[in-house]
């Protein structure tokens, strides 16, 4: 009988947080071929440099090794979206080692948040729960005035990657139509493919859901978009010089006048990061009626400070970033790896890759 043979790579995963035996089992499963070491990192504490040393893949969400103890790395993934966190560290700025992203897995969940949040809202939940804990029976008249259901509503997607393709799905099946916005021109069936990583059964892989495609990165490019006449809009852009404040004041007058529906003020729903919106202008928006609503998983800063106005503004969910949490996470984003170390083998290109210059 032959010997097994020797594993030919060694999968460190580094997180911050104490992992549940099914998580590691499902880890080892994964890896199966591979030598695999997991390791709780701790604020302050840098992670040991030998465990960098003999890592060929490493799987990290804010710990990175130096540049002298990446020596045998060929990969790098973090377990998060976007990698704004760690564009400074000389991994990324001055190493050509592949990085790739969590970015697809997010879809499922921040979408089923996103839909959570608008019937929240469309329904008067809130009224309903309280009078639940009450054990009060409400007059129906209490409920007529102001709710009403999502058909025939405008989404506006601003970034349609991943998480944007499954609003859209769900979106399309409320009965909404939907408008997307992206940087680079899709002018073709084939350019508006989605190309990352899909979870099966969901999103938008042909791109065909929306009635209409638009692009730019300018701001007058931004307006138009937003002039459509829209009841949703919905943020979904990396944070990039670029984005930063993206919307504030006059977008948002824009958004508002150009809305026509009778039902309500344009809802705001922003899954991306807090700083790509001016908060003052959206809370001065919000208490102005000049939006309808939002829901927001973002702030800025973040923790949202005990004291700010924002808490207090009408028909505003927020929630503290947890939008794409779910326990499906990390094993959907080590999928992501598996592929990519099969396509490595094979000579492909990988999936999710960061493209340094461009800070997503």
Not at 15 to 30: G, N, S, V
Not at 33 to 57: C, M, N, Q, W
Not at 205 to 210: A, E, T, V
Request: hydrophobic share 35%; aromatic share 6%; proline share 8%.
């Amino acid at each position: 009988m032959g010997e097994a043979p020797l594993p030919t790579e060694t999968v460190l995963v580094v997180f911050y947080q104490a992992m549940p035996e099914w998580l590691i089992e499902d880890i080892r499963r994964k890896f199966r071929f591979a030598d695999v070491a997991i390791h709780r990192s701790t604020p302050g504490v840098p992670v040991p440099k030998e465990l960098y040393h003999d890592a060929t893949i490493l799987v990290t969400f804010t710990d990175l090794p130096d540049l002298e103890d990446a020596i045998n790395l060929k990969l790098i993934h973090t377990v998060s979206a976007g990698v704004d966190h760690l564009l400074q560290h000389p991994v990324l700025k001055e190493s050509n080692i592949p990085i790739t992203t969590s970015s697809g897995i997010h879809g499922p969940p921040i979408a089923e948040w996103t839909v959570m949040n608008w019937l929240v809202s469309s329904r008067k939940y809130a009224k309903m729960y309280e009078s639940q804990k009450a054990h009060r029976w409400d007059d129906k008249t209490e409920y007529m005035q102001g709710m009403h259901d999502q058909v025939g509503k405008k989404v506006g997607i601003l970034g349609y990657g991943s998480i944007g393709r499954q609003i859209a799905r769900v979106s399309h099946a409320l009965g909404m139509s939907v408008y997307a916005h992206t940087a680079s021109p899709r002018p073709t069936p084939e350019s508006r493919h989605d190309t990352g990583f899909i979870v099966p059964g969901t999103g938008d892989p042909d791109g065909s859901i929306p009635v209409s495609w638009h692009h730019g990165t300018d701001r007058e490019s931004i307006r138009s978009f937003l002039a459509l006449g829209l009841d949703h809009l919905v943020v979904s852009l990396p944070l990039t010089p670029q984005t930063t404040h993206l919307l504030g004041a006059e977008e948002f007058a824009i958004l508002s006048h150009s809305c026509t529906h009778h039902t309500s003020k344009p809802y705001l729903t922003n899954i991306s990061r807090g700083k790509v919106v001016d908060q003052d202008a959206l809370v001065a928006a919000l208490q102005s009626g000049l939006l309808g609503g939002a829901a927001l998983d973002v702030t800025d800063p973040e923790p949202l400070p005990k004291d700010h106005p924002l808490w207090e503004v009408p028909n505003v969910q927020i929630s503290p970033h947890v939008s794409g949490v779910g326990k499906e996470y990390f094993p959907r984003s080590l999928d992501i790896v598996r592929l990519n170390l099969d396509r490595m083998t094979e000579g492909k290109p990988l999936i999710n890759s960061y493209r340094r210059g461009k800070g997503y």
